[in-house]
């Protein structure tokens, strides 16, 4: 399975703030996948990131709010745009393989 | 209707105990199924896949209905260390990204 580094691990943000959140890729894959883990919650598709082209978000989750990057094969970055506690959540990148694998998870809060 | 919807628990069971999760999905035209992990703060790890025939890995055993569209997960013999949640996922209407049930907590208590 593909080993995924995810930084930050944590960060707490002012409000109207940005964050972006990378995801590095020990192989090369087609499609990256964002997710969205809010306290006592499953996780919850944001946008599939392909190389060369734009992401393709879920319903609720838009660009602006949540620009994603994906320069190559092997690395993805996922801003959260102007903040508000409501962001507070973990995020976690995701690459399909034998099942799919997760990165770490990012843990922001936002106060 | 939620696309994967699980019993959220939690269960607490006995060290030694049988327990069993069941998930249902929405979507007739899934091809892949999935039990994860997940530990306190910590991101998912797969547990193991689903296939049709069911399949078992060690204490744990794993079936799929899709008459009745759902997967369930069994694990016997629960030790203190199976304690988490488990997550249910079946590939999404695009059919590459997963979609996650919110999870089942199981306590195994001594």
């Known amino acids: 399975s593909a080993v995924i580094s995810q930084k930050p691990s944590r960060d707490i943000c002012q409000r109207g703030t940005s964050l972006t959140i990378q995801c590095q890729v020990d192989?090369?894959?087609?499609?990256m996948f964002w997710y969205r883990q809010q306290p006592g919650q499953s996780l919850t598709l944001i946008a599939t990131?392909?190389?060369?082209?734009?992401?393709?978000?879920e319903s609720g989750f838009v660009i602006d709010k949540f620009p994603i990057s994906r320069p190559n094969l092997t690395f993805s970055t996922l801003t959260v745009s102007n903040m508000s506690p409501e962001d507070s959540s973990i995020y976690l990148c995701?690459?399909?393989?034998?099942?799919?694998?997760f990165g770490s998870g990012t843990r922001l809060t936002v106060v | 209707r939620k696309e994967v919807e699980q019993d959220p628990g939690p269960f607490n069971v006995p060290e030694g105990a049988t327990v069993a999760f069941n998930c249902t999905y929405s979507?007739?035209?899934?091809?892949?199924f999935f039990w994860y992990r997940q530990d306190c703060r910590k991101e998912p790890k797969l547990l193991m896949s689903?296939?049709?025939s069911g399949n078992e890995d060690g204490r744990f055993t794993a079936q799929l209905n899709r008459a009745s569209q759902y997967i369930s997960l069994l694990i016997r013999d629960s030790k203190l260390s199976d304690s988490a949640t488990y997550l249910c996922a079946v590939n999404s209407n695009s059919g590459y990204a997963l979609n996650f049930g919110k999870g089942t907590s199981l306590l195994v208590t001594p």
């Open positions: 192989s090369q894959v087609t499609m």
């Open positions: 979507n007739s035209a899934s091809q892949s």
């Open positions: 995701s690459v399909a393989g034998r099942g799919y694998t």
């Open positions: 990131a392909n190389q060369g082209s734009e992401a393709t978000y």
């Open positions: 689903v296939y049709s």
